[in-house]
């Protein structure tokens, strides 16, 4: 008998998580084909890998759904700790690519730390505002606190670097002290003092300098700093409103990098145009509907801050993603979830979604189970008062 009575998975939110996976192995598929055979030796190597993945983080997002969030919210401590343990040793031990030490190669396989990190520090942030309203309102006891484990998070991207995971992980972290009640003046001097100091972190490092030049004019730069940027937007323009036809681009043919992770939008856009973009927006759209919607409605404070930063970290990836392969944003070495090839960031989403799971399945838990064992003990007296009369006659 299990402690908990869970409700069935949200059906909405779960089968269009499942449709954006699927319609991940198509476009992974049509985008890593020829690069996975000139890389590989064979044009199914990353398919498959991807389809090792997928059902791995998918046991994961399950597994996590099951537990009970009062469960999240006791070991806040621990999976902190544990946190900063693996960004930490991530600097020491971790594998440098591409001028960035942020992942450990195990078994030929990569591993980002942040992607793990990410919903400890949600976890931590809805403990804390939760359990400690009534320090809110003072700067020094309140705000400070999680002002210092959120920095010090951010300090150990930044050296790795990683500079747009620190940003994400800031953003969240104001959405859920404005939600969870800090006060706006507090907010509002934190944000002043926090945009200079990310000013000067772009301009301290000249490779972010020149991804903000050529986020402003990527055709000043087209083959040097712009050039990433300059594909991208060739892709989205050649697909038009509906598309080259899946299967049919060409700038996924050795001409835009990364094109089945950080940019598998801008074939998306090419293969199937607009129409396939709306698409993709409009399921999404609904997970993110789904995750909020579990937020407002759960039945603790802990519980309704843990989903909607659950649900934020999700969303502003997203954005980001999408953003920055357009030219909305500076480009950043961000996936898309659920879309986007990558092993660890697969992972670390549904983990994310399995908290918000973790919050829809349980809702109530208590009132149901002490309805339930309150049916059960009134069964057993009257089962027991029927013995005794049968024993009397």
């Known amino acids: 008998m299990t402690k908990y009575q869970r409700l069935p998975f949200d059906p909405v939110l779960l089968l269009s998580v499942v449709a954006l996976l699927i319609f991940s192995l198509i476009m992974v598929g049509s985008a890593s084909l020829e690069v996975a055979n000139v890389r590989y030796g064979?044009?199914?190597?990353?398919?498959?890998?991807?389809?090792?993945?997928?059902?791995?983080?998918?046991?994961?997002?399950?597994?996590?759904?099951?537990?009970?969030?009062?469960?999240?919210?006791?070991?806040?401590?621990p999976l902190l700790g544990f946190g900063f343990l693996l960004l930490i040793t991530v600097l020491i031990v971790g594998s440098e690519i591409n001028g960035a030490t942020r992942w450990f190669s195990i078994f030929g396989m990569t591993i980002?730390?942040?992607e793990f990190v990410k919903p400890a520090i949600v976890i931590y942030l809805a403990y804390y505002l939760s359990n400690f309203s009534d320090r809110l309102r003072s700067f020094a006891n309140g705000l400070m606190p999680m002002l210092l484990i959120i920095v010090m998070m951010v300090a150990l991207l930044l050296v790795q670097p990683d500079f747009g995971n620190a940003v994400l992980i800031l953003s969240m972290s104001f959405c859920l002290w404005f939600v969870g009640g800090v006060p706006t003046r507090h907010l509002v001097g934190l944000m002043a003092t926090a945009i200079p100091v990310l000013a000067v972190i772009i301009m301290s490092a000249p490779y972010r300098m020149q991804r903000m030049l050529a986020f402003m004019d990527p055709w000043a730069d087209r083959f040097g700093s712009g050039y990433q940027l300059v594909q991208s937007q060739i892709a989205f323009g050649a697909?038009?409103?509906?598309?080259?036809?899946?299967?049919?681009g060409v700038q996924k043919l050795f001409y835009?990098?990364?094109s089945f992770t950080d940019f598998i939008s801008a074939v998306i856009g090419e293969e199937l145009g607009l129409i396939g973009i709306l698409a993709v927006i409009g399921v999404f759209g609904l997970v993110?509907?789904?995750?909020?919607?579990?937020?407002?409605?759960?039945?603790?404070?802990?519980?309704?801050?843990l989903a909607l930063g659950a649900t934020f970290l999700l969303a502003a990836a997203f954005i980001v993603?999408?953003?920055?392969?357009?030219?909305?944003?500076?480009t950043k070495g961000m996936p898309m979830p659920f879309v986007s090839y990558g092993g660890s960031a697969l992972i670390g989403e549904c983990v994310l979604l399995g908290l918000i799971f973790s919050v829809q399945r349980h809702q109530a838990?208590?009132?149901?189970?002490?309805?339930?064992?309150a049916h059960r003990k009134e069964r057993r007296i009257r089962a027991d008062a029927n013995d005794v009369e049968g024993v009397s006659v």
């Open 42 to 77: 064979s044009p199914w190597f990353i398919l498959l890998r991807w389809c090792f993945y997928i059902p791995v983080a998918l046991a994961v997002m399950w597994a996590v759904s099951r537990v009970h969030p009062s469960w999240w919210e006791a070991m806040v401590m």
């Open 112 to 114: 980002q730390p942040v």
């Open 239 to 248: 697909g038009g409103i509906t598309g080259a036809g899946l299967g049919q």
């Open 256 to 258: 835009l990098p990364e």
């Open 288 to 305: 993110c509907w789904r995750g909020f919607k579990i937020a407002r409605h759960a039945d603790t404070d802990f519980s309704r801050l």
């Open 321 to 330: 993603n999408l953003g920055a392969a357009m030219g909305i944003f500076p």
């Open 365 to 373: 838990a208590s009132v149901r189970n002490a309805r339930g064992s």
